[in-house]
C-alpha cells in the first residue's frame, strides 16, 4: 500500500498559500530532485535517510534515475556543512529485466563497514521485489550494487511480496551501525501463506542470503492478527520484534503486535505472535487508527508511534476518507495486558494548523525529544495542506508547516522518519514539489 498521489496539487497549483504564525524553527532545502534532465538523479523521496560518522547523508527515491524506477543517492557536505553535494550512487533496473529491483520505497541501513542495505517493492527474478546491498570501496569512492535476495522465490510467494518498509537488526534503536553479520528482519505486506503480508528474516551466507518467513498474517479468523504489515519491525532489547499491521484486528483499523521466541534464536517453529493492541478499540476510533509507521522504543522501554486515521475528530479534522485525523501514541508493552495511550490528536486546532495524518514514525532523539511529521495539515486553508514538522514536548508544537513559498520550493508531503545527526538538527525528505518542479527536497531543520 502507496499513499501518496498528492492531494496538495490541486490545490497549489502555482498558487501562494501562505502558512499560519512564525515558526521560530529554520529550515533548509540541501537538495531539489529532478535537478538533472529527466530526473536522473531522482524523483519524490518517500523514505526517511540514514547519517554515517562523517555526516554524509543516504537516501533512496522512489522514481527517476536511468530507467525512471529509483535511485540510491548520497549527500556530501562541505567542512562547515553549510552545502551538500548529491552524489548518485545507484539507478535501478541496471540489469535486464530488473533483475536488480525497482521502486525502492525504504530507507536505508548503513553497517559499520560504511555499506548499505535495503529492499525495492518491484523487480527482482521473481518481480516480488528484492533485497540488496551497496559496498562500497576502500575510499568510498565507488559502490558495488548486489542483489542479496529476490521475493516470490517461493510458489505462491509464500515467502512474500513487495517489501517497503524499512529493514532492522539487533542494536538499531541505540543507534549502532549493522554488524553485517547479524540476521535483518523485514515485512513484506503482500503474498505470505494467507495473502496479507509477513515478517521475514535474512540470514546472511556469502552473495546469496537465505529468507525465512517468521509469521504469516491473517492467520486468525477474521485476521485478528493482523493484516497488511506496511511498517517494519523493531527489535527489543530482549530480542522481540515489534512491529504494526495497516489492517486486521478486531475492528480491522490495524494492530500492534509482538513477536517472541522460544530459545532466544528466531525461526518459524519458534515464533509466537501476540497483538498487544488493536486499534479502533475505544468508541470512535480515539485510540488511533491505521497505523503506517515503524514504532520506536523509549528510554523505558515504551513504544512510541503514530497512525494515520482515528483519534479526535473535530470541526478542524479534513476529510479524506479516513475516519478522524491520526494519533501519536504510546504503548507499554505487556502482553494482552499492554496498554496504549494516546499522546495527542492531531487536526485539534483551527484549519488543521498543528498538521494532521501522519505517515512518519516519531524519532526519539538523545535527550528525550520527540519529533515528527505530518503528510498534510498546516496551511491557512481549510483544504489537505501540505504537512508538518513538530515537537511533542509536553503539548504539540508545529516547528515548520511546508510551501513556504509560490510553487513550494521547500517541498511538500513528508512521509519518511526524521533523523537527527545528534546536535538537534534534524533531516528528512518530501515526497513532492521543491525547486524543481515535482521532484521532492531534502531538508534540515534547526528547532
Known amino acids: 500500500m502507496r499513499f501518496n498521489r498528492f492531494i496538495f496539487l490541486t490545490l497549489a497549483g502555482g498558487l501562494l498559500i501562505e502558512p499560519i504564525g512564525t515558526q521560530a524553527a529554520k529550515l533548509r532545502t540541501i537538495y531539489s530532485f529532478c535537478s538533472q534532465s529527466g530526473c536522473t538523479d531522482g524523483k519524490e523521496p518517500s523514505a526517511g535517510l540514514v547519517m554515517?560518522?562523517?555526516?554524509?547523508?543516504?537516501?533512496?527515491?522512489?522514481?527517476?534515475?536511468?530507467?525512471?524506477?529509483?535511485?540510491?543517492?548520497?549527500?556530501?557536505?562541505?567542512?562547515?556543512?553549510?552545502?551538500?553535494?548529491?552524489?548518485?550512487?545507484?539507478?535501478?533496473?541496471?540489469?535486464?529485466?530488473?533483475?536488480?529491483?525497482?521502486?525502492?520505497?525504504?530507507?536505508?541501513?548503513?553497517?559499520?563497514?560504511?555499506?548499505?542495505?535495503?529492499?525495492?517493492?518491484?523487480g527482482g527474478s521473481n518481480d516480488g521485489g528484492v533485497a540488496y546491498k551497496l559496498t562500497p570501496n576502500a575510499k568510498h569512492t565507488k559502490w558495488t550494487f548486489s542483489v542479496l535476495y529476490s521475493f516470490c522465490a517461493l510458489g505462491d510467494c509464500i515467502d512474500g511480496r513487495g517489501p517497503q518498509a524499512n529493514l532492522s537488526y539487533a542494536g538499531k534503536e541505540s543507534g549502532i551501525p549493522y554488524d553485517g553479520s547479524s540476521p535483518l528482519y523485514g515485512t513484506a505486506s503482500q503474498a505470505g501463506a494467507h495473502?496479507?503480508?509477513?515478517?521475514?528474516?535474512?540470514?546472511?551466507?556469502?552473495?546469496?542470503?537465505?529468507?525465512?518467513?517468521?509469521?504469516?498474517?491473517?492467520?486468525?479468523?477474521?485476521?485478528?492478527?493482523?493484516?497488511?504489515?506496511?511498517?517494519?519491525?523493531?527489535?527489543?532489547?530482549?530480542?522481540?520484534?515489534?512491529?504494526?499491521?495497516?489492517?486486521?484486528?478486531?475492528?480491522?483499523?490495524g494492530t500492534i503486535f509482538e513477536l517472541s521466541s522460544t530459545g532466544g534464536r528466531?525461526?518459524?517453529?519458534?515464533?509466537?505472535?501476540?497483538?498487544?493492541?488493536?486499534?479502533?478499540?475505544?468508541?470512535?476510533?480515539?485510540?488511533?487508527?491505521?497505523?503506517?509507521?515503524?514504532?520506536?522504543?523509549?528510554?523505558?522501554?515504551?513504544?512510541?508511534?503514530?497512525?494515520?486515521?482515528?483519534?479526535?475528530?473535530?470541526?478542524?479534522?479534513?476529510d479524506i476518507g479516513v475516519s478522524g485525523c491520526g494519533t501519536a501514541f504510546k504503548l507499554v508493552p505487556n502482553g494482552e495486558a499492554s496498554r496504549e495511550t494516546v499522546l495527542y490528536d492531531f487536526c485539534s486546532r483551527m484549519n488543521c494548523s498543528d498538521g494532521g495524518y501522519p505517515l512518519a514514525g516519531l524519532l526519539i532523539d538523545p535527550s528525550g525529544g520527540i519529533f515528527g511529521a505530518t503528510l498534510y495539515g498546516g496551511m491557512k486553508d481549510p483544504t489537505?495542506?501540505?504537512?508538518?514538522?513538530?515537537?511533542?514536548?509536553?503539548?504539540?508544537?508545529?516547528?515548520?508547516?511546508?510551501?513556504?513559498?509560490?510553487?513550494?520550493?521547500?517541498?511538500?508531503?513528508?512521509?519518511?522518519?526524521?533523523?537527527?545527526?545528534?546536535?538537534?538538527?534534524?533531516?528528512?525528505?518530501?515526497?513532492?514539489?521543491?525547486?524543481?518542479?515535482?521532484?521532492?527536497?531534502?531538508?534540515?531543520?534547526?528547532?
Open 384 to 447: 489537505p495542506g501540505a504537512g508538518t514538522l513538530f515537537d511533542l514536548d509536553g503539548s504539540e508544537k508545529a516547528l515548520h508547516r511546508f510551501c513556504t513559498g509560490e510553487n513550494c520550493p521547500d517541498g511538500v508531503e513528508p512521509e519518511g522518519d526524521l533523523i537527527t545527526d545528534g546536535s538537534g538538527n534534524l533531516f528528512g525528505t518530501n515526497l513532492f514539489l521543491g525547486a524543481n518542479g515535482d521532484g521532492g527536497t531534502v531538508f534540515e531543520l534547526t528547532p
Open 266 to 318: 528466531f525461526t518459524r517453529r519458534t515464533t509466537t505472535q501476540t497483538v498487544l493492541h488493536s486499534f479502533c478499540s475505544s468508541a470512535n476510533c480515539a485510540d488511533g487508527a491505521f497505523p503506517a509507521a515503524a514504532l520506536h522504543i523509549d528510554s523505558e522501554g515504551n513504544l512510541l508511534g503514530t497512525t494515520f486515521g482515528g483519534g479526535h475528530k473535530g470541526s478542524h479534522c479534513i
Open 195 to 253: 495473502k496479507q503480508g509477513v515478517v521475514f528474516m535474512l540470514t546472511p551466507g556469502g552473495s546469496q542470503w537465505s529468507e525465512q518467513v517468521l509469521y504469516d498474517f491473517c492467520s486468525q479468523n477474521g485476521c485478528a492478527d493482523g493484516a497488511d504489515p506496511v511498517a517494519g519491525v523493531t527489535v527489543g532489547a530482549s530480542g522481540s520484534l515489534f512491529g504494526t499491521t495497516y489492517g486486521g484486528g478486531a475492528d480491522n483499523s
Open 52 to 122: 554515517d560518522g562523517p555526516g554524509n547523508l543516504f537516501g533512496t527515491a522512489l522514481f527517476g534515475g536511468d530507467s525512471g524506477v529509483g535511485t540510491v543517492f548520497q549527500l556530501i557536505p562541505n567542512a562547515r556543512k553549510t552545502k551538500w553535494k548529491y552524489k548518485r550512487l545507484y539507478s535501478f533496473c541496471a540489469q535486464p529485466s530488473c533483475a536488480d529491483g525497482s521502486d525502492p520505497q525504504a530507507a536505508l541501513i548503513i553497517d559499520n563497514a560504511g555499506g548499505l542495505y535495503g529492499v525495492t517493492m518491484a
